[in-house]
């Protein structure tokens, strides 16, 4: 279901960056479920490049039963830019649930006008699928926008309007990129990996996504998936409470 917004993104990466494969730890770039009715296969893609130190995109395809695909795209600690973040979760193609944002970095005004408002106009492109819904997981004001497009839809609204507003969305991500201004001065950057990595521990400690790749996959695999790739700069829980 989401295979077009895959390809697009791989198009628009390779066209314009100098990409090289980031490494994947052993045993995580694939696996296939021989769990429940519906076996599924969970496949993983990883690069870098100057301007963006970590791409990674996540595709789960359980046939009908589950289409998902996610992605979070991390500059370069030279950039205080947004992070990209991306999530579009189908079940049986009738609950579809579509996350699209630039997850900001830092809360203050000055920062919220200089890249978070950028995105409004594209906000008021897709009213429909904006939904303000509830988040259950997450502090709606702390790593999302105002303008993040968070939606349950259709099939037919997915592969149109979704697939318009993904390509826009990405699109305005890299002219943000091409126009921030890179920082050199080490206070600078130790403030922008500090950010990122309490982005990683923020989201591997409430990530829900945890429970269906333990389903398929099972936990051990799930727990590694999860703090060795996706959020790699977080501790598990059980190992911060030890070190306190």
Not at 94 to 116: A, C, G, M, T, W
Not at 167 to 189: R, S
Request: aromatic fraction near 16%; hydrophobic fraction near 40%; glycine fraction near 2%.
């Amino acid at each position: 279901m989401y295979k077009p917004f895959l390809k697009f993104l791989e198009q628009e990466l390779f066209n314009r960056f100098d990409l090289q494969a980031r490494t994947i730890p052993s045993g995580l770039e694939c696996k296939v479920s021989d769990r429940g009715r519906h076996p599924a296969t969970i496949r993983s893609w990883c690069y870098e490049c100057p301007e963006l130190r970590k791409i990674r995109y996540t595709y789960i395809d359980a046939g009908q039963s589950a289409q998902i695909f996610n992605s979070v795209i991390y500059p370069s600690h030279h950039y205080d830019i947004p992070l990209l973040g991306i999530d579009f979760l189908s079940f049986g193609k009738v609950k579809n649930l579509i996350v699209l944002d630039f997850q900001p970095l830092f809360s203050d005004e000055l920062y919220q006008r200089k890249y978070v408002e950028k995105l409004k106009y594209l906000h008021q492109k897709y009213p429909d699928l904006a939904q303000n819904l509830e988040m259950k997981f997450y502090d709606a004001n702390k790593y999302f926008s105002k303008y993040l497009l968070f939606a349950k839809t259709d099939e037919q609204t997915v592969a149109t309007r979704v697939f318009a507003a993904f390509q826009d969305y990405v699109k305005l991500y890299w002219q943000m990129l091409e126009n921030a201004q890179k920082l050199t001065a080490p206070e600078d950057i130790k403030r922008i990996v500090k950010a990122q990595k309490d982005y990683d521990q923020y989201s591997a400690d409430r990530d829900p996504a945890s429970g269906l790749f333990s389903s398929y996959f099972g936990h051990e695999w799930s727990e590694r998936f999860l703090y060795e790739f996706l959020f790699e700069d977080a501790v598990p829980l059980a190992v911060s409470a030890a070190k306190k």
